[in-house]
């Protein structure tokens, strides 16, 4: 195998989707670019990095997303219109281009546009993707959206400068768990590799990882670490988190998210998946899922509503957090167990 065969980031047998999306982009005026509910690293890194590249190539660039932009995110977010909190959006834009979400759903909101003038393309590498734009650019073996993103950005002759590679960095490093996902693919180093070129200063964002955390997010990783409960052997870790317990420490969703606890879970040598179920204040049930070891847990989330990645996925469902509970916690069981038996463990 030749150095050559290393240069695309984005594979060749999707040359004829990404040549569709550069054309696209070379003859847009405004864009809307929009990414699933509750965004993570990815979403936000590659949301707001091609935001970034667009703002300077001369594009008028909005984004959408229903719940805005987490807090501890935000540095690498630009000045643009942000569109936060509408269920339902009328656009006049050329493209919509919906960045790691599986399903137009799942960005929760309903987009209204001229189907003779507007084109959606869907950029995404969850294995679950339906398929639902006009145009779509899916990469199921890319460690990250943003990854995909740097990849039509250095084929496109996009502009790429700090500034840009700061944002995609930030999803290329959070959602390959710092590039310690099982089966990561050279592309991912590659695309960091175009990044790092730049000159970022990664700094900001593993201050972020590594010292960015509140006390409250403090709070809640302590209360996952003492609620725990083990099973299969210590193969499978749960925790339920009832919103009755986040009033106790002051708490919101985000700062589960923030607190670490969903990989910490997998960090013990015996444990090779985890669970997490928790509640919202309206009654919506969420549950975040992680393995190691070759565990599928995207089956288990599909099965459930959801999708994601094998070892990283998650659902939601307007039902009570024990009802869930109950269900996630029997379906990873039984997933664990089986994987288990195929390996002989």
């Known amino acids: 195998m030749t150095l050559t065969q290393f240069s695309n980031i984005i594979p060749t047998e999707l040359s004829s989707d990404l040549n569709k999306i550069i054309e696209l982009i070379n003859n847009s005026n405004s864009v809307l670019i929009a990414s699933h509910l509750r965004p993570d ?11 970034k590249s667009l703002l300077k190539a001369g594009k008028k660039v909005e984004v959408a997303l229903l719940d805005g932009v987490p807090e501890r995110m935000a540095f690498v977010f630009p000045e643009v219109k942000l569109y936060q909190g509408q269920n339902e959006l009328d656009s006049d834009h050329d493209l919509i281009i919906i960045i790691d979400t599986g399903d137009e ?6 987009y209204n546009y001229d189907r003779s003038k507007t084109t959606l393309i869907n950029i995404d590498h969850h294995a679950s993707n339906n398929g639902y734009g006009d145009v779509n650019l899916v990469d199921t073996k890319a460690s990250s959206a943003c990854e995909m993103v740097v990849g039509i950005i250095v084929s496109a002759g996009l502009p790429l400068d700090k500034d840009v590679a700061l944002s995609l960095m930030l999803g290329l490093i959070t959602d390959s768990r710092s590039f310690q996902n099982e089966g990561i ?6 695309a960091a590799a175009h990044l790092l070129s730049t000159g970022v200063d990664n700094s900001p964002i593993l201050n972020m990882l590594n010292s960015g955390r509140s006390e409250t997010d403090l709070r809640v990783q302590g209360f996952g670490l003492s609620n725990f409960k083990l099973e299969c052997n210590n193969a499978l870790a749960t925790l ?7 009033q106790k420490m002051n708490a919101q969703i985000s700062n589960i998210f923030a607190s670490g606890i969903f990989n910490i879970l997998t960090s013990m040598k015996p444990t090779l998946a985890s669970v997490v179920i928790f509640e919202r204040d309206d009654g919506m049930a969420f549950c975040e899922f992680r393995s190691r070891g070759g565990i599928d847990v995207k089956e288990v989330a599909v099965s459930m509503g959801g999708g994601g990645h094998v070892p990283a996925s998650g659902c939601s469902r307007m039902a009570p957090v024990s009802e869930v ?3 996630a916690i029997e379906k990873m069981k039984d997933q664990v167990n089986q994987t288990l038996q195929r390996l002989n463990v």
Request: glycine letters at 12%; aromatic letters at 0%.
């Open 41 to 51: 690293g990815d979403a936000i890194g590659s949301v707001s990095g091609l935001s």
């Open 105 to 110: 759903t799942r960005t929760g909101i309903t």
């Open 185 to 190: 693919r050279h592309t991912a180093h590659l």
């Open 240 to 246: 339920v988190i009832r919103n009755e317990d986040l």
């Open 325 to 327: 509970a109950a269900e």
